[in-house]
């Protein structure tokens, strides 16, 4: 399916990001890198809207194990891509200072599980 071809597709770009993109915060990050970011992100957030809308029921969705760790995914990848961003350009200097970095290097990681 196109999902899982995306997934793969994705799951590359992450071993690619890993080895050449050395900033550990998107916002640091080379122009290209932060491109991409955006756009998976909107692909899995548009994914993961389809399937929401999909369900009769949308309290259905509650019951379904792979919507709920679809969801927590997406909300990660939505902070890290687009909250954050949006943070570190209103108070680069308060936030950025507490944040250990080095977990959303680890998140990136994690979202191939």
């Known amino acids: ?43 899995f957030a548009v994914e993961w809207l389809i399937r929401f809308l999909s369900f009769r029921r949308k309290m259905d969705c509650l019951c379904d194990g792979w919507f709920f760790l679809d969801s927590i995914l997406v909300i990660l990848l939505i902070v890290e ?22 977990v959303f290097r680890v998140f990136r990681l994690l979202r191939l599980c």
């Open 1 to 43: 399916s196109l999902t899982s071809f995306i997934i793969v597709i994705y799951a590359a770009w992450l071993a690619v990001e890993a080895d050449y993109n050395g900033e550990a915060l998107l916002t640091k990050a080379h122009w290209g890198f932060q491109v991409v970011a955006n756009l998976f992100c909107l692909v």
């Open 81 to 102: 891509t687009w909250v954050l961003g949006v943070v570190l350009r209103v108070a680069p200097d308060t936030v950025e200072g507490g944040i250990n970095t080095a």
